[in-house]
């Protein structure tokens, strides 16, 4: 069991903290989120858009919630399909419990919208958030995002065995991004399977993780492939293994972990959500949005480019999959240790 059990109650109260934040309106890093998307509520279908949108982004820069975001901004832009400003904002804190608490404080507004990722799911287990991800308006579900075992380039392992031997003669200082996110479940079963235990570190943003991992604070981590890609080709980072069923060419000759004999079939869900009780109207105007978002070549180039497998759903059909990959983790935490059940 990782040892990051033993040592909660600092975390979980910070965790605390962060709700408390967030319910208070979100007054937090990237400030001016209301002010710049306006109020919306009680606005005629038919008139809408008529007011800048507030995009709300649960984690720090550079990671794969933020550049998922930024793409999909950039790609509405481009090609006309909202026609009023887009506000993208920052706002971290709490494994994402500062975003989506924020983004559920707009309940009914139509001027506010976020993307998912694993903490979407994690957090609520882990936190008595007034939230869960079935208590957003579920707009579409767009790809899923596998993961990989890293550790310095300048680290003497090589190999995942390798690891995993020096792993069980010390445990290892591990990172990944939230505190009982998708990073650490993946990291908690290949313990759980491998025989090793290991110090969990959790990180707001990716630049912290890297920076952590690149100075020797770190023994190793888990990440998003496109996120240490170009550290990958640098030899900055080494990687060493890959969570999904067929490693991606740029990844190089990697293993993946279910050839090594491990079963972790966790991946990042990559989705957008409104605000609780939107209109209907607007929900089918953002999912026609992106039904044209992802016939796009730029879609396609970013799928490609951050080593995702697309992964589309609708409405309901993106909630019913929140709500199965809820209980899968749960189950998991709760077998683990992390949470009680």
Known sequence: MSRILKRKLLPALALLLAVLLAACGGGVAGGGGSEAAGGGEGEAAGDYPSEPLNWTIAFGPGGGNDILSRTLIDIIDQNDLYSQPIVAENREG??????????????G????????????ITTPLEADTPWDPTSFTPVALLASDELILIVNGDSEITSLQQFIDSAKEEPPALGGIGSVNVDFIVLQLLASQA????????FNDEGELTAALLSGSLDGAVSNPAEVLGLMDSGDVRGLAYTGDEVPEALGDIPALADEGFEIDIATPR???????????????????????????????????????????????????????????????????????
Do not use: C, K, M
């Open 109 to 120: 507004n139509p001027y506010h919208i976020s993307t998912t990722s694993g903490s979407f």
């Open 94 to 107: 709490g494994s994402g419990a500062v975003g989506w608490g924020f983004l559920h404080n707009q309940a």
């Open 195 to 202: 025989g090793f235990e290991f110090d969990y570190v959790p």
């Open 271 to 341: 989705g957008l959500v409104l605000p609780p009780d939107v209109d209907p109207a607007v929900t089918e105007f953002w999912q026609d949005v992106i039904r044209e978002v992802v016939e796009t070549p730029e879609w396609a180039t970013y799928v490609e480019e951050n080593l995702l497998t697309e992964q589309i759903a609708y409405g309901e059909e993106f909630e019913q999959i929140l709500t199965e990959t809820t209980e899968t983790y749960r189950e998991i935490l709760i077998e683990e240790g992390a949470i009680e059940g």
